[in-house]
């Protein structure tokens, strides 16, 4: 592997070790001044560092025991290609809902744009779906 493969790699990795461990800020100095976020379900690119921590911060207050599991990993030019695993507890509200003390467990497929050793864009994707399920009230009858 080309040593530019393994410094991409090697990034990546830090970030997810910095983000389970709770240290956002040290997340976003890994992050470009002009970071962009694509996110499923906005029909624009979101512009800039805060909208990462802000997104990051939400996840951990929901699920302050997050723990990241890299699954597959892979770097060609550029971009850095992710397969990863989420497993928590729901502890604290996430999008609207009240903590319910339930183990979650999802997966995301992300990809990665990186610009002078530091993270310049994302798209992730992660099962939504599957999360939102794990936590949301049963349905009455």
């Not at 979101?46 to 911060?57: M, N, P």
């Not at 990241?68 to 609207?96: C, L, P, W, Y």
């Amino acid at each position: 592997m080309d040593t530019a493969a393994e410094k991409n790699l090697a990034l990546l990795r830090t970030a997810y070790q910095r983000l389970q461990s709770g240290d956002l800020d040290a997340c976003v100095e890994l992050l470009t001044e002009n970071f962009v976020a694509n996110l499923p379900g906005t029909p624009d690119p979101l512009h800039g560092r805060e909208i990462w921590r802000l997104g990051a911060q939400a996840m951990l207050e929901g699920f302050p025991d997050l723990q990241i599991n890299v699954e597959d990993m892979f770097s060609v030019r550029d971009k850095v290609a992710v397969r990863v695993h989420f497993r928590g507890t729901h502890q604290g509200t996430f999008q609207g809902i009240a903590a319910t003390h339930r183990p979650v467990s999802f997966h995301s497929i992300e990809l990665y744009r990186l610009e002078d050793d530091r993270i310049a864009e994302e798209w992730v994707a992660p099962d939504m779906i599957s999360l939102m399920q794990q936590i949301s009230p049963p349905s009455g009858p």
